[in-house]
C-alpha cells in the first residue's frame, strides 16, 4: 500500500511538504486560494504524479497535516455488519 503524508510548514513561506512511504519528496507554496484539506490533496498530487502513482486516493486528516492511502481492491475493508 502506497501512503503520501502531508504537512504545513511557515519557515518565512508558507508551504506544505507532500512525503512518500519510499521517501519521495515535493514541496508547493501554499494555495491560499483553496482550502486547507484541497491545498494538502494538490501537494499530495503533485508528489503522485512526480512518482508515476495513479489509482484512487483516500484522505484522512493527523493531527498536523493528512494522509492519502492509494486503495487496492484487496486493500479495501468492511467493518461492522
Known amino acids: 500500500m502506497q501512503t503520501i503524508t502531508t504537512k504545513y510548514s511557515n519557515n518565512g513561506s508558507p ?13 508547493v507554496s501554499y494555495p491560499h486560494e483553496l482550502s486547507g484539506a484541497q491545498a494538502h490533496w494538490q501537494a499530495a498530487h503533485k508528489l503522485a504524479q512526480k512518482l508515476g502513482w495513479t489509482g484512487t486516493m483516500q484522505a484522512g486528516s493527523l493531527k498536523d497535516g493528512y494522509v492519502f492511502v ?12
Open 70 to 81: 492509494f486503495l487496492d481492491s484487496a486493500d479495501q475493508f468492511t467493518i461492522g455488519a
Open 15 to 27: 508551504r506544505i511538504t507532500a512525503t512518500s512511504t519510499n521517501g519521495g519528496r515535493s514541496f
